[in-house]
Nanobody, 121 residues
Framework: QVQLVESGGGLVQAGGSLRLSCAAS????????MGWYRQVPGKQRELVAS???????NYKDSVKGRFTIFRDNAKNTVYLQMNSLKPEDTAVYYC???????????????WGQGALVTVSS
């Protein structure tokens, strides 16, 4: 059984910073693309940032220059460093990872439980 466990959400003032972490636990043979998504009530979940197994990154335009995604493969963990936060960044943030649990298995998609980030003006 594989789980993605998120931490680091909270309340911050506009202009502040937060770091989200997402650690994979359980039967992990390999982790491939990882990413962070966010969702606000009434809207679709949207991709914020992604990182490949080779550390190639991609960002939503509105967070470029403010957010940084990085990973620690030894710890099976992906991070999202969020700086210069704005009220419009308020959302529940979900991590996502493509994980293979054994050499013979397919790569399956896993989601974290979600972390609420609230940015006050």
């Amino acid at each position: 059984q594989v789980q993605l466990v998120e931490s680091g959400g909270g309340l911050v003032q506009a202009g502040g910073s937060l770091r989200l972490s997402c650690a994979a636990s359980g039967s992990v043979f390999g982790i491939y693309d990882m990413g962070w998504y966010r969702q606000v009530p009434g809207k679709q979940r949207e991709l914020v940032a992604s990182i490949t197994s080779g550390s190639i990154t991609n960002y939503k335009d509105s967070v470029k220059g403010r957010f940084t995604i990085f990973r620690d493969n030894a710890k099976n963990t992906v991070y999202l460093q969020m700086n210069s936060l704005k009220p419009e960044d308020t959302a529940v943030y979900y991590c996502n990872a493509g994980i293979r649990i054994s050499p013979a298995s397919y790569v399956s998609n896993y989601w974290g439980q979600g972390a609420l980030v609230t940015v006050s003006s």
